[in-house]
């Protein structure tokens, strides 16, 4: 089966910074886009970032360009997030998912996801 497991989550004051971890255990980890999804209470699941096969392809929700970064090392098979200059409204449990499509940013288009890890940003 494949198995995607985040880790790196936790609680932090605004401003501070966290780097959310994915690991992988599909073997062809390079031919998938990784993305990032978070869902925060009351709300449903939304995109957050996403990254191409070779890495030099990302794309970013609006509303966090400039504070969070996706990367991937594929010899490690392991997708990040870094997550700077973070807000109250970031809070929410934070997904990683793998597509088989150049550039999915909608759930129906992940095939494989992660439990989830929780970030709480207090004020």
């Known amino acids: 089966q494949v198995q995607l497991v985040e880790s790196g989550g936790g609680l932090v004051q605004a401003g501070d910074s966290l780097r959310l971890s994915c690991a992988a255990s599909?073997?062809?980890?390079?031919?998938?886009?990784m993305g990032w999804f978070r869902q925060a209470p009351g709300k449903e699941r939304e995109f957050v970032a996403n990254?191409?096969?070779?890495?030099?392809?990302?794309y970013y929700a609006d509303f966090v360009k400039g504070r969070f970064t996706i990367s991937r090392d594929n010899a490690k098979n392991t997708v990040y997030l870094q997550m700077n200059s973070l807000k109250p409204e970031d809070t929410a449990v934070y997904y990683c998912?793998?597509?088989?499509?150049?550039?999915?940013?909608?759930?129906?288009?992940?095939?494989?996801w992660g439990q989830g890890t929780q970030v709480t940003v207090s004020s």
């Open positions: 990254i191409r096969w070779s890495g030099s392809r990302t």
């Open positions: 998912a793998a597509s088989a499509r150049f550039n999915a940013t909608t759930t129906g288009e992940y095939y494989f």
């Open positions: 599909v073997r062809t980890f390079s031919s998938y886009t």
